[in-house]
């Protein structure tokens, strides 16, 4: 068949509904697709679209001449696609006679897909040997696995029912991919469902499947063995067949993933009550319940502190913090409310100006996790609300509680970043976040002269916004960045003026009033 030629790139979005459809379709509700609470903690922020699904709605802007023509296709996915985001995809022909489809969306490329009919894969051996007779099979799962890298060896195999039905027709005629052809069609969502439910289950990271077209009639059953696994980066490479109730090869891929760190539920343990006599009778205002912030508050509450914890919808990472702090739980007090809503922070605000006493501290550590992100000028408004967001979480909680910081002796802690000196390429958003917050960090010094304001640039730190494959090496364990920061807070050291703090070497800088610019 002749190839068209490249076409204007076509909009394409994926909505909440349209995610919910396919994980009901395919089996595979995975909690970061389906669960807005597990997917918060995620590196992502939120809950991501399946990539077998993105792959199916790009393939839905060919011509359905094109799509029944398919035999075979080649899917890689380089960045998260979150529900509702404006994206826009173009065609062109490929290699060999195939068509390429990319998929763009934050002003980069987010995946790739090319498909045809020529240079199908044959289907894996290894998993087509061990499909045997069908016998008793194993059910789908309705909950994912949860595996640790010493379960995985290459050689384990997985093997059981899988089918498809009606729904995963209709969601794939609303997109606009009704003709592809069905082996694929029920491929792409068995690959879904084996990476997200069975191999390896809820902790992973899918990154590109092969798929190639068999016969047969509906899919039946499965079997897939792990081909190989790198330890040190938790990459996998799956091989497996699709079967009918016949035995006969439905369709064959290869798939590749990670599995990646098990998600924080909350501090890792129980804090020690601090020496008698230590309790000070300060208190201190932090943003955030987890990661960062939480490693923070246990260490101010060893050091003493009494800590009031505003966080927005982590209810589990709260109650896990609870917890943690132990013997010092009756100096913890959450709040759950959002840093960006005045109403609440100035009511927030009134009920700590009843206490009396002045703030000893105020952490503003509030912050969005970043997704990779190119400049260009269809991404600029996404870079300018991303910006406008973390701004927001710094501002608002500063405006309404700043002034009840003790003006002689408190501290104000701006969270930066070493990113806004060397910005990550990928994270252009990040870098002009963090530049505008220690803007703010420059003007509150220059403004409140007796003040001590802190600009905080802790290193990466291993926490849920870095778990992915390349996000925690040389990430440094955040509560002992923690335990250096609250050190320095609480020495006694840190005179009037901006003081910036660097973990791992001492106060870089130190500002007089009026020298802040």
């Not at 030629?5 to 394409?12: H, N, V």
């Not at 839905?60 to 696609?81: K, P």
């Amino acid at each position: 068949m002749r190839q068209p030629p490249e076409r204007s790139a076509r909009r394409l979005t994926l909505t909440r509904a349209q995610v919910d459809r396919f994980a009901a379709a395919s089996g595979d509700v995975n909690p970061l697709h389906v669960d807005p609470a597990f997917g918060r903690r995620s590196a992502f922020g939120g809950c991501i679209a399946h990539g077998a699904l993105v792959t199916l709605a790009m393939l839905g802007t060919l011509e359905d001449a094109q799509l029944a023509w398919i035999s075979s296709l080649r899917a890689s996915f380089a960045s998260a696609v979150a529900p509702d985001a404006e994206l826009s995809v173009l065609a062109r022909s490929g290699s060999r006679g195939r068509t390429e489809l990319v998929l763009s969306g934050r002003g980069k490329q987010l995946a790739r897909v090319l498909a045809g009919s020529e240079g199908d894969p044959a289907p894996p051996a290894s998993a087509a040997a061990l499909a045997g007779p069908p016998g008793e099979l194993a059910p789908m799962r309705t909950r994912a696995a949860e595996r640790t890298a010493g379960e995985l060896h290459a050689g384990l195999a997985v093997s059981g029912a899988y089918g498809t039905g009606e729904e995963l027709v209709e969601l794939a005629d609303t997109l606009g991919a009704g003709a592809l052809p069905a082996p694929l069609r029920e491929g792409l969502a068995w690959a879904s469902y084996v990476v997200g439910m069975e191999l390896p289950g809820r902790d992973a990271l899918f990154t590109g499947v092969t798929l190639g077209a068999g016969g047969g009639g509906p899919a039946a059953r499965q079997v897939v063995a792990l081909r190989e696994h790198d330890p040190r980066t938790g990459q996998l490479v799956l091989d497996g067949t699709l079967l009918d109730a016949d035995g006969r090869a439905r369709a064959s891929a290869r798939f590749e993933c990670f599995l990646l760190a098990k998600p924080h539920a909350g501090p890792p343990a129980a804090i020690l009550a601090p020496p008698a006599g230590a309790v000070r009778g300060e208190v201190v205002v932090v943003g955030g319940s987890r990661g960062f912030g939480a490693a923070l508050v246990l260490e101010l509450l060893a050091a003493g502190y009494g800590a009031h914890v505003v966080y927005a919808a982590s209810t589990q990472s709260a109650r896990a913090l609870a917890e943690a702090a132990g013997p010092c739980r009756e100096r913890l007090t959450l709040h759950e409310l959002d840093a960006r809503d005045p109403v609440a922070l100035d009511a927030l605000a009134e009920r700590l100006r009843s206490r009396g006493a002045p703030l000893a501290g105020l952490i503003l550590n509030a912050a969005t996790p970043p997704l990779p992100m190119g400049v260009s000028a269809s991404a600029a408004a996404e870079l300018s609300a991303y910006v406008a967001d973390n701004v927001t979480l710094t501002a608002a909680p500063l405006g309404a509680l700043g002034a009840l910081v003790d003006a002689d002796a408190g501290w104000v802690v701006f969270t930066s970043s070493p990113a806004f000196a060397t910005p990550p390429r990928d994270w252009p958003q990040y870098a002009a976040a963090k530049g505008a917050i220690e803007g703010l960090a420059h003007w509150l010094a220059t403004t409140s002269p007796r003040l001590r304001t802190v600009l905080l640039r802790p290193p990466k730190m291993a926490t849920d916004f870095t778990n992915t494959p390349s996000g925690r090496l040389g990430a440094a364990p955040a509560d002992e960045i923690a335990r250096w920061t609250v050190a320095q807070l609480a020495g006694g050291e840190l005179g009037p003026g901006l003081a910036i703090l660097e973990p791992g070497a001492a106060v870089s800088e130190r500002e007089p009033v009026g020298a802040a610019t």
